[in-house]
């Protein structure tokens, strides 16, 4: 019943999960519209940095259940976990999604299951489905069609991927059946039955309760800064009462799910979405504060020692010991920086390169620096954290 599997996208998302399908025993055909990525995983090899992947999709790989190809094919089940990202105005880019159902459509056959994995607006499930029914109307009703959102964490996806609960909502109870009896052949975590639109409402909510409580800890943080209290020992404090749970705070919010999924709920319900909308606002000035605060270092110690500091800013990526840049606050921080003229070290051990950035060894940034700044509290950076001396500012 289940025998193939198409996946289209092999990302953070598609490849571990392509991988994961194909480890079950599924014959897995892994499309991506990159050709640097289907010819890397074809080799055995992966293009994204996650723990334990590399070894898991070269042994499917190598076994044969999963191939990388450029196109799809016809299959049981066909998985879209393209981008989602947002364009103009925050409104959401469907684009990605429309074109891999398009890409997808020919290949379909009677009691075939489609999934949408793709972070998406309340809908969009529907809106594929009449895609699907338009191009191929004598499907209707003989396909199952259902929204299935992921929840992982980059650095776990695969012990997530494998032993989160899941939430399955189907355009109908068929497909929702469908899906969960698909879901449970290599899902160990608990599958939850509802119909699309909860299922796309569950994802978005679960990122903005995040992005609020985020925002709740650097809105603290600003405010700690006016008072002269150090916002680490107040939440250590707070968070002694039994039913107080107060984040850190950071340099903002990064990544492409909890700084981009909120917009789409706040696109739709505007007028409805008030602390959300606030949420996102205060997440995103952090960053202007962060930039505010390396500035006010640079001018004291000019005004001490009359030249210029050389800046280390310590951590590129959204979050601590991952290689992901994608919406990074942390290197939007460093880019306005160098723009603005300083003379700034950049410094990452998880990341090889970024474009446009020279990036410095750590241990030659911290001798040469002048002022440091801890932008992502990586691994490698926790005993300096731990220094605090005068020019260490820390953000994170
Ligand atoms: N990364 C995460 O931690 C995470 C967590 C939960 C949900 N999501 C959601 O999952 C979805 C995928 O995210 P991701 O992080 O894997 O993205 P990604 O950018 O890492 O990968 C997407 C891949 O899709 C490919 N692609 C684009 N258009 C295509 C098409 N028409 N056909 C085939 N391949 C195509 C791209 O080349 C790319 O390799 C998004 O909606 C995202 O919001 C991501």
Known sequence: MFSKVVIMGLGYIGLPTAALIAKSGIKVIGVDVNADVVETVNRGDIHIKE????GLVKYVVENGNLVAKKEPEEADVFIIAVPTPFKDG????LSYVIKATEMIIPYLREVNLVIIESTSPVGTTERISELIFKKRPELEGKIFIAYCPERVLPGKILYELENN??????IDEKSTEKAVEFYSRFVKGGLHRTNAKTAEMCKLV???YRDVNIAFANEISMICDKAGIDVRELIELANKHPRVNILQPGVG???????VDPWFIISEFEEDSRLMRTAREVNMEKMEWVI??????IREFRERYNKEPVVACLGLTYKPDVDDLRESPALKVVRALISKGYNIMPVDPNVESVDGLK??????????ADIVNVLVGHRKFLNIISIGKEKFNVFC
């Not at 723990?51 to 590399?54: A, M, N």
């Not at 919010?253 to 700084?259: K, P, Q, T």
Request: glycine fraction near 10%.
């Open 51 to 54: 723990p334990d992947l590399k």
């Open 253 to 259: 919010v990064g990544g492409h799910c909890i700084a």
């Open 90 to 93: 925050y409104k959401p880019d």
């Open 359 to 368: 990036l410095n060894d750590f241990d030659f940034a911290i001798r040469k």
């Open 206 to 208: 679960e990122n903005a």
């Open 165 to 170: 609960d899941r939430v399955i909502g189907g």
């Open 292 to 297: 505010e605060k390396i500035e006010e270092s």
